[in-house]
């Protein structure tokens, strides 16, 4: 009798076990099954929003579903990313980290309410996203020579504008000013976007900004470009001399946006919009887009869960150090 008992114990057991195994796939495969909503910690307008818009309306055609974008501002993409990080980790509910959410801020604020590697499932790499040394179109210096003596000689009376502490303008600027050993004054903005506009608008002097957001301006001449941050010239900006060129080799700063989960969410999930995300960033017309912005489109080893998370973790690493003295 305890045989049989052991026997059909045994019998069930495997009978639901080879249920579980049936239904937990076909859960995944009918995600989604309604919109899904994907917060950008920043303003509208500003890079991370526009590279957000331009990526999942393409994802959104492929998950047959609605992506809602949705702005969410406040200390330095922190609210937003905090907010993400206690959100349901049902697929749902998904965010738009870049350097400053998911690395930057770790040094920047001790009383972080999530941690980037801790508290999100990384899906996927996004874009790159160079660094430009700009300012308004009045402002005195004509190049980056002329920009960098005259900050360190007006230091106390100059002011760089950006879209809050831990963003990427921040953080950027503030690389760049421990290189200059200055100290300007700092004028905070609810996104890079109205940081931006003041820019235009000649309310503030200078700031350090994605290429994404620059590039409409610079063209169209309403602000000053000095240098991009990087080894080579953009081909969206080819007028514009790399800081090697230009005479500051040492500031070379590159961002990046990428798509992050709550922490938990089913690895079938996480597979279903890795993959939307990958045809997206495969589409001419997408990438037409954002390499006209001046976007750096991630290679293909770059674009998996895997590569993305080891990006968060050696962008930690390399901020802490530069920004752990700003605290």
Not at 109 to 130: C, M, Q, S
Not at 235 to 252: K, R
Not at 277 to 295: F, N, Q, W, Y
Not at 296 to 305: G, M, S, Y
Request: proline share 8%; with cysteine.
């Amino acid at each position: 009798m305890t045989s049989l008992r052991a026997l059909a114990t045994g019998a069930c057991a495997a009978a639901l076990a080879s249920l579980c195994a049936f239904v937990a796939p076909a859960k995944a495969q009918n995600y989604p099954t309604r919109s899904i909503t994907m917060i950008v910690p920043f303003a509208a307008g500003g890079p991370t929003d526009v590279i957000s818009r331009i990526v999942t309306a393409h994802m959104a055609q492929t998950l047959g579903q609605s992506i809602i974008i949705e702005n969410v501002v406040g200390a330095g993409g922190t609210t937003a990313t905090t907010r993400a990080a206690r959100a349901a980790n049902d697929g749902y509910t998904l965010i738009t980290g870049h350097m400053g959410t998911h690395a930057a801020s770790v040094p920047l604020y001790p009383k972080l309410a999530y941690h980037p590697e801790k508290d999100f499932e990384p899906i996927a790499l996004l874009a790159g996203t160079p660094i430009l040394i700009l300012a308004r179109k009045d402002f005195p210096p004509k190049d980056l020579k002329e920009f960098v003596a005259y900050v360190k000689a007006n230091a106390e009376k100059v002011n760089a504008a950006h879209a809050g502490v831990g963003s990427v303008s921040h953080v950027s600027c503030e690389l760049l000013h421990s290189i200059l050993d200055v100290k300007p004054v700092g004028v905070p903005f609810n996104g890079t976007g109205p940081a931006m506009n003041a820019l235009v608008a000649g309310q503030v002097d200078y700031m350090c900004d994605q290429i994404v957001n620059a590039v409409p301006q610079i063209n169209a001449g309403t602000i000053k470009a000095y240098a991009i941050a990087t080894p080579e010239r953009n081909p969206s900006l080819p007028n514009v001399p790399t800081t090697t060129e230009a005479g500051l080799p040492a500031f070379q700063a590159q961002a990046w946006n990428a798509m992050f989960a709550p922490k938990g969410t089913s690895p079938a999930i996480i597979a279903s919009l890795n993959a939307a995300a990958i045809k997206a960033l495969d589409d001419e017309t997408v990438k037409k887009r954002l390499l006209e912005l001046g976007s750096v489109i991630p290679a293909p080893k770059d674009r998996t869960p895997e590569a993305l998370a080891t990006l968060v973790k050696n962008e930690i690493a390399k901020w802490t150090p530069v920004l752990k003295p700003a605290t």
